[in-house]
């Protein structure tokens, strides 16, 4: 028989505050990034921008 206890639910996120996005702000710009999406790689490699799902898999294996 299924368990049927309900399962609390939290929904409650953090707070998006200015302070936040300030230091987030700072980080990019330390970085260099100017734009969205940036992925970094395990290895460091970074790239920008939307890219094809086959080629992000490539590239998220390494085999790009």
Not at 34 to 48: F, N, Q
């Amino acid at each position: 028989k299924p368990d049927s206890t309900p399962v609390a639910k939290n929904d409650s996120k953090p707070p998006c505050t200015a302070e936040a996005m300030e230091r987030n702000k700072a980080l990019e710009a330390s970085l260099g990034f100017k734009g969205t999406p940036y992925l970094v790689r395990y290895d460091g490699m970074v790239i920008a921008g939307i890219w094809q799902e086959e080629d992000l898999i490539l590239w998220i294996d390494d085999k790009e």
